[in-house]
């Protein structure tokens, strides 16, 4: 069963941190970009980080840039997001997800439309 489950989210005080984790099973997550994403009620879900499959390239949304890090670990099939210096902006539900095609030359456009196989999420809360 292709399965994707994210986990690390919590309370955490302005300029703290939280490490994010999207472990697969069921399949080669290194076979896909991934991508994280984030979601506040009322709002559409916002992409945060990529990380591509094939040449390690990866991406930042302006708002997380230089505070946000993305890294693969293939030997646990997982994909990790570090989050530094968090704000009270970044509060929201983490969502993982792979890109809808293999392989994928680069990165794809961080849009949902483009992701398939949608973790549950993960609540990451950011308050004094």
């Known amino acids: 069963q292709v399965q994707l489950e994210e986990s690390g989210g919590g309370l955490v005080k302005p300029g703290g941190s939280l490490r994010l984790s999207c472990a697969a099973s069921g399949f080669r997550l290194d076979y896909y970009a991934v991508g994280w994403f984030r979601q506040t009620p009322g709002k559409e879900r916002e992409g945060v980080s990529c990380i591509s499959s094939t040449d390690g390239s990866t991406y930042y949304a302006h708002s997380v840039k230089g505070r946000f890090t993305i890294s693969r670990d293939s030997a646990k099939n997982t994909v990790y997001l570090q989050m530094n210096g968090l704000k009270l902006e970044d509060a929201a539900v983490y969502y993982c997800?792979?890109?809808?095609?293999?392989?994928?030359?680069?990165?794809?456009?961080?849009?949902?439309?483009?992701?398939?196989?949608w973790g549950q999420g993960t609540q990451v809360t950011v308050s004094s």
């Open positions: 997800a792979i890109d809808g095609l293999a392989f994928r030359p680069g990165l794809p456009t961080l849009t949902p439309d483009l992701f398939v196989h």
